[in-house]
């Protein structure tokens, strides 16, 4: 019973088609009632191709629902989450300070306090980080990166 | 002779100062990439795409070739030295090579017979592209709109088929990666489509903060896990001298180095092969033939019929690349959307519109192949220190060049909301069993699928019997529909009974 149970329990390998026969079917529906599929003079339509793509992604995605469940779940290792949390930290902060003090502020604590680096191998590693972005994209390919709020009082 | 002709014009163009340092620097770049484990060509590529801004369309597809196919070269060196292999064309290097640097203590040998190999049959590739391209090309020629279609149907169709375990995944990709690439603006009309109001939509989805997404910062998250895993080297020291192999050990990995050369160009030229599987089929090729000792042990054989058949394949690869606009894999999907981006259009065309280009572009693969044979040898001494570098150093190097990278793209922090949306999209459905390749692929392809679909369909006045009226598109159509409905086939067969379907851990 209790295996049958865990057999029936939908999981991520199930979420993931069913966004797929979600996102077919919008795709379907706005193309249908919005751009147009065919006109009899000109032929296609803009929402012609996205259809017909739609549909094929529909049956691909409603096959995929069906073998998914003979797949088992994975695991989700919590510590893979904290590079996406770091960076959508680094996305908040360079609105208020700017992407430059955002990245120098995450890779020094990155290596000193989440990875326990000493301090050479700290200063080496950002220091390498620092050539490529300041050297790299800032000198050579002429990047202006943005500045943030803070920064842009000062100097307004 | 006219192409080798076209090709002493593409090595006058190629030997300029810029285009010579830029050939080195991928190479360099290219062996460390491949020698690290977990980041891989695509990876490199797509992270590389962004510094390539300010060359000439030449200069920058010259460094990046070379890095792609300097990658084939580095991706041996953890496999043969700490049982790891760098991606997946190295794989099969594993097999032979760790336990020649361990069981057999020759690390240097292992690492110098996969070198030369990879020479081999890069070279041997090199030499069929020079003649094969152009040909690939007048016979391109002959397409319409609705035999490029049936062929855009099949590329895209057969690398979701072919990547990863799951077909339906792969197509189900496939299909994402053109919608994603249809929102915007309808390129036909002008007319905005699928924006859902947003201005920023209005412009489509970018390509490279995309792709930097979907296998750059994809990759970096796994690596988290994996950061504090320590590096198990086969041997503490290695030097030149002691890497030197002998003529019987020369004699030995010639012949399959030769086959695999052949094999490996022409399952590089069919779409979704790829490296990989070249260096899979290289390797079970060899079993059929005799090897001093046998496959599995150590065996030289083992070594060079997989590595000649990668570098093979990576060569071969760019036929369909330059001559169709067809890419045969991920990489070459990032290549071609790089090319897109400078405004050369790959196709039959190219070598009659571009000569200087295409030609430019076969020279620096001849010219990356002995830089990187000379870099891969010299480097040997000091790939110890190399591959020592601990994965928890490099995650904040590739999470900053993943971060700057989006946002040189477009200038403008959307373009870092659109990696760290695919970064983190990429991630979970690799965990889950879906491949992200075939989604970059048709994300490229797109553009050119529903031009040529639209044109089909006008020609036609919307009769589908277009795609089967021509001998050419006709068995296109027959290839896809063989491709499409294997997952159907196999629904029915488990149904039955007839098939069980593996579980996955």
Request: a positive charge; proline letters at 6%.
């Amino acid at each position: 019973m209790e295996k049958l149970k865990s057999k029936k329990k939908i999981s991520i390998m199930q979420v993931i088609p069913a966004i797929g026969i979600l996102i077919s079917l919008v795709f379907i529906y706005l193309g249908f009632t919005k751009y147009g599929f065919w006109d009899e003079f000109k032929g296609p339509k803009p929402g012609f191709f996205p259809i017909v793509v739609s549909i094929f992604m529909l049956v691909a995605s409603l096959l995929s629902f069906f073998f998914s469940f003979k797949e088992k779940s994975v695991n989700w290792p919590l510590e893979d989450w904290i590079l996406p949390l770091s960076v959508a930290g680094i996305l908040i902060a360079t609105f208020i300070i700017g992407l430059l003090p955002s990245l120098a502020i995450y890779v020094l604590l990155w290596l000193k306090k989440f990875e326990k680096c000493s301090w050479k191998t700290t200063l080496i590693v950002f220091g390498i980080i620092a050539a490529i972005v300041v050297g790299a994209f800032g000198m050579w390919l002429g990047v202006p990166f943005p500045k943030g709020i803070i920064l842009n009082m000062i100097s307004n | 002779m006219e192409n080798l002709m076209h090709l002493i014009q593409g090595f006058g163009v190629l030997f300029t100062f810029q285009n010579i340092a830029v050939t080195i620097f991928g190479a360099i770049l290219g062996l460390l990439v491949g020698a690290m484990p977990g980041i891989g060509s695509l990876a490199g590529v797509a992270l590389l795409l962004p510094l390539t801004f300010k060359f000439n369309p030449t200069t920058a597809i010259i460094m990046l070739g070379a890095l792609y196919y300097a990658n084939m070269y580095g991706g041996a060196f953890s496999s043969i030295l700490i049982g790891i292999p760098g991606d997946g064309p190295a794989v099969m290097t594993l097999m032979d090579g760790y336990p020649m640097a361990t069981k057999k203590n020759r690390p240097g040998q292992a690492l110098l017979t996969s070198n030369l190999s990879s020479f081999i049959g890069g070279s041997i590739g090199m030499i069929i592209l020079t003649f094969m391209g152009p040909l690939l090309a007048e016979f391109g020629l002959k397409f319409g709109p609705a035999e490029m279609t049936a062929l855009l149907l099949v590329a895209m169709t057969s690398i979701g088929w072919l990547v990863g375990e799951n077909p339906t995944k792969g197509i189900l990709l496939t299909m994402v990666g053109i919608l994603l690439a249809s929102m915007g603006m309808d390129t036909l009309s002008g007319n905005p489509r699928y924006d859902f109001g947003s201005v920023y939509l209005l412009g489509g989805i970018p390509f490279v903060p995309f792709v930097i997404g979907m296998v750059g910062f994809s990759q970096v998250i796994r690596l988290m896990s994996e950061r504090h895993q320590e590096t198990k080297l086969a041997v503490s020291k290695l030097s030149i001298k002691e890497s030197m192999i002998t003529l019987h050990d020369f004699k030995r990995l010639l012949p399959p180095a030769i086959r695999s050369g052949f094999l490996g160009t022409f399952v590089g030229v069919l779409p979704g092969a790829g490296a990989t599987t070249a260096a899979f089929m290289g390797y079970a090729v060899q079993k059929s033939f005799k090897s001093e000792e046998p496959l599995g042990t150590g065996a030289i054989e083992g070594i060079a019929s997989c590595e000649s058949a990668n570098n093979a394949a990576a060569a071969g690869a760019f036929a369909p690349l330059l001559a169709l606009g067809i890419p045969g894999s991920g990489t070459g999907a990032v290549l071609l959307g790089g090319l897109m981006m400078w405004g050369l259009n790959p196709g039959p065309l190219l070598f009659t519109n571009s000569p200087e280009f295409a030609w430019g572009l076969i020279a620096s693969l001849f010219l990356a192949n002995i830089i990187t044979l000379a870099i891969a040898w010299g480097v040997i001494p000091f790939l110890i220190k190399i591959l020592s570098v601990p994965t928890k150093l490099m995650i904040p190097v590739i999470t900053v060049v993943c971060i700057v990278g989006s946002y040189s793209t477009s200038n403008s922090m959307y373009g870092v909301l659109i990696m760290f949306i695919s970064g983190v999209l990429g991630y979970i459905l690799n965990r889950t069993g879906y491949q992200t390749a075939p989604a970059v692929l048709s994300f490229v392809l797109a553009p050119l699928l529903e031009s040529n679909m639209r044109k089909a369909f006008i020609i036609s006045q919307g009769s589908l019997g277009i795609f089967v009226e021509k001998p050419i598109s006709l068995v296109f159509i027959v290839i896809l529909f063989v491709i499409l409905l294997f997952p159907l086939i196999r629904l029915v067969l488990t149904k039955l009974g007839v098939l069980k379907v593996k579980e996955k851990v």
